[in-house]
């Protein structure tokens, strides 16, 4: 396992503030305006991806109601930094703890996801007491956007898959002087947190996940559902119906990123539905996206690929970890060994039995949470965060 570096002198993260040019909002509103959306089959529903007449109204809203400013002030508001990590331009969120016995945390996001996800979460979780919560719960919250992600920007170079976003997270502390830290990830965040507690064991303090990568080498043999319970197996078994025609966008981003990049680096309206569609399948959201999120947290998180031109880069993380074979579907044969814990969503789309866990992680503390899916910072932030605590407590 690589071993973690001494912590950094130079380069110094610098401040960062985001700033949209007006003439591209201005160019945004009139691709929109001139958005072509198929016609709908008559009661198809989503069966053939998102509706037409879901995404118009996105668009139209997009369009003609949405805030970027607002939503670009709100974000301003938490401190920011930019820095080179492992070679990579990498962006951060980095919330200092007024408490003196604060824990310094990294939440990782994943695609088709962004740091935004975190917004609700950062100040209670940076500063409990002034939200009602035990001061000795506070973090140092560090949300980075993952190299070719949101406000770090498109990757310039071949070669960055999961395993070198790792290195860039870690660098990114040691920068920021954290020389331990406890790290919490979902979806390719909880790919770059099994390689931080695989790769720098030595600084975790714990790891967190939402997803929970331990599958068995044959889930064909018998013996791979020794322990597995009645519930967990109904469980895996249907997240595993529902997700059965839903991976078709992990085999383009896996092989031909670019292709799929043009159309969407293009057109607005084609990528809010290249993403609301995952969001709608992968969250807890009762057949409607606005059960689970507003139409401004939504679009805030699809503009942070918008205004940033990396939905291209973002897609090319599936090719260059299927290359290196540090995909989330290569085999792991690895193990964490330091202090791990793992919150199980009833709408997740992976649906990890514990035992199967305990099986690769020192596994401390579990829970079976009651509502969520697969944004679940994103889609229940206090249970989240309530969750993320209690793990925290057994590691401090």
């Not at 880069?313 to 090719?319: G, M, Q």
Request: hydrophobic residues 45%.
């Amino acid at each position: 396992a690589r071993q973690a570096s001494a912590p950094m002198a130079n380069p110094t993260p610098t401040p960062f503030r985001n700033a949209v040019p007006d003439a591209d909002l201005a160019d945004l509103r009139l691709r929109l305006a001139h958005a072509r959306l198929p016609d709908d089959l008559e009661d198809a529903g989503w069966a053939y991806g998102i509706p037409s007449a879901v995404l118009r109204d996105f668009v139209d809203y997009w369009r003609t109601g949405y805030d970027w400013r607002a939503e670009e002030a709100r974000l301003n508001a938490f401190p920011q930094v930019v820095t080179t990590a492992a070679g990579l331009r990498v962006h951060a969120f980095h919330v200092r703890s007024p408490e003196p016995g604060a824990v310094p945390l990294v939440l990782t996001h994943g695609w088709p996801g962004s740091p935004v996800e975190f917004a609700a979460l950062m100040g209670p979780l940076a500063d409990p007491r002034a939200h009602g919560g035990d001061p000795a719960d506070a973090f140092h919250v560090v949300c980075p956007s993952m190299p070719g992600y949101a406000f770090s920007g498109p990757t310039r170079e071949p070669g960055v898959d999961v395993h070198r976003v790792a290195d860039a997270v870690a660098e990114l502390m040691s920068q920021l002087g954290y020389a331990r830290f406890v790290a919490q990830g979902g979806d390719w965040g909880a790919l770059v947190t099994r390689r931080l507690g695989e790769a720098y064991a030595d600084r975790c303090l714990g790891v967190h996940f939402n997803m929970c990568f331990a599958m068995p080498d044959d889930l064909a043999a018998p013996a791979a559902w020794d322990g597995v319970t009645d519930a967990e197996k109904a469980a895996f078994a249907e997240a595993g119906a529902r997700i059965a025609d839903g991976t078709g966008y992990m085999a383009i981003q896996s092989t031909k990123p670019n292709t799929l990049g043009h159309a969407l680096g293009d057109s607005p309206a084609g990528l809010a539905g290249w993403i609301l569609e995952k969001f709608h399948a992968w969250s807890d959201c009762d057949g409607a996206l606005e059960n689970a999120y507003t139409k401004d947290q939504l679009l805030t998180n699809v503009m942070t690929y918008w205004v940033t031109g990396t939905a291209a880069s973002a897609a090319r993380l599936y090719c260059e970890s299927a290359r290196a074979g540090t995909a989330a579907t290569d085999p792991w044969p690895g193990r964490v060994d330091v202090p791990t814990g793992f919150a199980r969503y009833p709408r997740e789309m992976l649906q990890t039995p514990r035992i199967w866990a305990e099986s690769k992680y020192n596994l401390v503390h579990f829970a079976q949470m009651e509502r969520g899916g697969h944004f679940a910072a994103f889609e229940q932030p206090e249970a989240f965060a309530d969750d993320l605590r209690a793990f925290a407590r057994k590691v401090r």
